[in-house]
């Protein structure tokens, strides 16, 4: 339904481990976006990437690498994660333009991820 | 003051009810705000773009308010189906996008 699909839905990890969430839009667009949502807390924007370029990057810890090798796919991999990491993952796509900004963005239904 | 500030609520209203959010942002040169649906556990999605002059979708209206900084969201002869959180998103130009940190509603029968 929704245009843009986010694997895996949930994932339980310890602390040393190394994951990846997957992030892929049918919808044409070219702009893609990582955010972060914590219980109680908006939403965080991790990453913007347009036309395959990383155009934002919002003072997110190396422990979280994003990887996007064509405007179809957006990866995050994840390594060494504290247990505040835990949160709801989403992906959102939009179309590109000079304003960026102005584009309605539309989300996939996000990994919920618990580091242990 | 936050970028971007909404009452959490919840606003717990009867079905039929009218129900109103505001929501203010700091940053005068904002351009282009939304206002986004999030169901319990799923993603947000658009529930509607908020224009200078206005806008209606049935039982929902937006308005926007820039000389008090501020746009709202209307809710008529609320439905329980309406139950969600409502998340008002504002992205000055060339500038990240903002998302508050939501109005809870629960539409009572």
């Known amino acids: 339904e929704t245009g843009v699909t986010q694997t895996p839905r949930h994932l339980v990890m310890g602390m040393t481990n190394k994951k990846s969430l997957k992030c892929e839009q049918h919808l044409g667009h070219n702009a893609m976006y990582w955010y972060k949502q914590s219980a109680k807390k908006p939403l965080e924007l991790m990453f913007v990437y347009n036309f395959k370029e990383q155009t934002e990057n919002n003072s997110v810890p190396s422990r979280f690498s994003p990887e996007c090798p064509n405007s179809s796919h957006l990866f995050l991999h994840l390594h060494t994660l504290q247990p505040e990491d835990s949160a709801l993952y989403l992906c959102?796509?939009?179309?590109?333009?000079?304003?960026?900004?102005?584009?309605?963005?539309?989300f996939g239904p996000g990994t919920r991820l618990l580091v242990l | 003051r936050k970028e971007v500030e909404q009452d959490p609520g919840p606003f717990n209203v009867p079905e039929g009810a009218t129900v109103a959010f505001n929501c203010t942002y700091s940053n005068s040169a904002s351009q282009s705000f939304f206002w986004y649906r999030q169901d319990c556990r799923k993603e947000p999605k658009l529930l509607m773009s908020v224009y200078s002059s206005g806008n209606e979708d049935g039982r929902f209206t937006a308005q926007l308010n820039r000389a008090s900084q501020y746009i709202s969201l209307l809710i008529r002869d609320s439905k329980l189906s309406d139950s969600a959180t409502y998340l008002c998103v504002v992205a000055p130009p060339y500038q990240k996008v903002t998302f508050g940190t939501g109005t809870k509603l629960q539409v009572i029968p």
């Open positions: 959102a796509s939009s179309q590109a333009t000079t304003t960026l900004n102005q584009e309605t963005q539309y």
